[in-house]
């Protein structure tokens, strides 16, 4: 593992065994782990992470995709404290200087007329808001989403949610979910505008004609690193638009410089969105999110009373801001563009050398790993992933894993990563391999 210079604290709370006993006494069954002997994580500091005995690990999964500029970034702990010192919580309904000033940084970030900003809490509850907001506007019910997506797990969230694992047999109306454009297994392979023809399909034969509105990741996260075909999504938003509807781009994994290429995912197919949403990375592991739209669409929210009593708080947009300056004071977009343009090609030459990579994909410090059986029946490898999870685990690498089958590793680092962090994952992946 790379040298690093930072030694965590002695920790003298309860241990893992204990922790487990709680969590099966007090917390919902439904919460899982990773892993046989699940880690548990005591202290982090940048890219790695240390367990209750000081035992170090990189952190290829970034708490799903959330940690973006490291693990307790010294900028981003001290405007909390510092904040938290001054004024922990007030309400909107009073002023507050770091509300307005991140709101105003974050319009920046975006393009076009998408500069008013309606902070939330999360992912799940970004695209709540927006999605009502697209309802309101247009006055059409009818929602497009893409299957294999995950958007959330909230009511209409789940509704648009298109994988069984992550839905539940309640209400979800006025919802079609249009084929996914995946490269890998899709029939069309990489032509994009083949796949969006399903999205005015589904327009011209399940709606009234007219949408309220289309919603897509750029990258599929929860759905196993999937990007979206070239040229999908500007046919897709010229049908949507045809029929009336608002574009929605759900940035809460891809956003925040994690492509590389670009500081969100929906640039990567040249389109620009009428509302984006957006959460995990904006925080660094801060609980917030937000909702970013026209001056026009956010009208509609005037016609009632919104109000959300955490969103926007002082603490949250003032780390928040912590953050953003330091992606760009210490460019690591560029960082996840050379990096992980590196790791990709070292993921690649894996797949060369074992027949159970059947692919490597992703952008930037997004990539994924899809494990199979047979390449040629692309055979879902389920039990080998967790394996192979376990034991880069017991090598000191962390990384998680998703995809509908549960057979793809899931790599999303804090853009902090290092070109040696990535030799060290690599490393660590091929050895296992070399063992099975």
Known sequence: MPPFDYSPPPYTGPSASEILQKRKDYLSPSMFTFYKNPVHVVDGKMQYLFDEQGRRYLDGFGGIATVC????????????????????HSTILYLHHAIAEFAEALAKKLPGDLNVVFFTNSGTEANELAMMMARLYTGCHDIISIRNAYHGNAAGTMGVTAQSNWKFNVIQSGVHHALNPDQYRGDFGSDGEKYAKDVQNLIDFGTSGRVGGFIAEAIQGVGGILELAPGYLPAAYSSVRKAGGL?????????????????????????????????????????????????????????????????????????????????EKEKLQENALVVGSYLKQRLASLQDKYEIIGDVRGRGLMLGVELVTD???????????????????????????????????????????????????????????SKM
Request: with cysteine.
């Open 69 to 88: 500029c490291g693990h307790c970034h010294p900028d981003v702990v001290e405007a909390v404290i510092n904040q938290t010192k001054r004024l922990q």
């Open 247 to 327: 574009c929605i781009a759900d940035e809460v994994q891809s956003g925040f410089a994690r492509t590389g290429s670009n500081f969100w995912g929906f640039e990567n197919q040249g389109v620009v969105p009428d509302i984006v949403t957006m959460a995990k990375g904006i925080g660094n592991g801060i609980p917030i999110g937000a909702v970013v739209t026209t001056p026009e669409i956010a009208q509609v929210l005037t016609r009632s009373s919104y109000f959300n009593t955490f969103g926007g708080n002082p603490v949250c947009t003032a780390g928040a801001h912590a953050v953003l300056k330091v992606l």
């Open 375 to 433: 390449r040629q029946l692309k055979t879902p490898a389920k039990a080998e992933t967790v394996h192979v999870m376990d034991q880069m685990k017991e090598l000191g690498v962390l990384i998680g894993k998703g995809g509908f089958y549960g057979n793809v590793f899931r790599i999303t680092p804090p853009l902090c990563f290092t070109k040696e962090d990535a030799d060290f994952l690599v490393d660590a992946m091929d050895y296992t391999m």
